[in-house]
């Protein structure tokens, strides 16, 4: 059966560690079309930071460039960019080793924003499902593959975002997109914490939204930095296992009883600057 599928953007997972600085791609001419492209973070809506603490001042004409195809830097936390290094950068590439984090002068070839919001903490799960985090549809899968067979998984940036490629299913009309909501819960229930393993729920509130015509695919990126730190400050090192769980039916209609548990297993994190 053909089945109609919303064209949302959803950003390629290069599973990248801070910054990648291979020159992938090249112009008819042999020359590189970026020195570097990965996930960093955008500080006070003027420059960017990497998990390694270096930093990337982008130039006012391209990020106004950028801006004019829809990326919105002030609005924006998470993003994957592309880039070429100024003239004037010294010749030393930010590589993720031990060296003192540097400042570099960047041009943006491409920028593109991944949804990205806070964690929610409550006290119990009866909590959760009583107060004000309502859930009124299930996702369809936090693994979902695209058209070339590829699979998508949940993935760290660092000890910093949990970034879930969410699948669910909506009405085909793309303003129905602003009414589901999925929002990422953390448990603050000592006398079940491991102390290997965190454990995080994820909620989606349908809104107003009552149909199930299409799949929609978005990555989303939530801000655990915190928690992974107090984590860490209580048991001495970050979680080896971190676990979603969520409610799914591959119609998307039905929310079952019982959760769907996705992992993210060995997971270590230990940068030079931490």
Not at 3 to 25: I, R, Y
Not at 165 to 171: G, R, T
Request: proline residues 4%; charged residues 25%.
């Amino acid at each position: 059966m053909f089945m109609k599928q919303l064209k949302f953007l959803m950003v390629a997972f290069t599973l990248l560690m801070g910054v990648s600085f291979t020159s992938c791609l090249n112009d008819d001419a042999g020359e590189s079309m970026y020195d570097g492209i990965g996930y960093v973070r955008t500080v006070m809506g003027s420059y960017f930071v990497d998990l390694y603490g270096n930093t990337y001042h982008p130039t006012m004409a391209s990020v106004t460039e950028m801006e004019a195809q829809g990326f919105k830097m002030s609005g924006t936390d998470l993003a994957q960019i592309a880039f070429k290094y100024v003239e004037d950068t010294p010749a030393t590439k930010a590589e993720g080793s031990t060296f003192t984090p540097q400042d570099y002068r960047i041009k943006l070839v491409s920028a593109i924003a991944v949804d990205s919001y806070s964690t929610k903490h409550v006290s119990s799960v009866e909590n959760m499902e009583m107060e004000a985090i309502p859930e009124t549809a299930p996702i369809v899968t936090l693994e979902p593959t695209d058209n070339y067979g590829q699979t998508y998984k949940p993935w760290m940036y660092g000890a910093e975002m949990l970034v879930l490629p969410i699948s669910w299913k909506m009405e085909n009309k793309e303003e129905m997109l602003k009414q589901h909501t999925m929002e990422l819960v953390y448990i603050n229930d000592e006398s079940n914490e491991s102390s290997t393993e965190l454990v995080f729920y994820l909620r989606h509130n349908k809104g107003t939204d009552t149909k199930t015509d299409v799949f929609a695919v978005r990555n989303k990126a939530y801000d655990v930095k915190q928690i992974m730190s107090d984590f860490k400050g209580k048991h001495g090192s970050y979680p080896t296992t971190i676990r979603i769980k969520a409610k799914t039916d591959m119609d998307g209609a039905k929310l079952p009883e019982k959760y769907t548990d996705y992992t993210i297993e060995n997971f270590k994190w230990n940068p030079s600057n931490q």
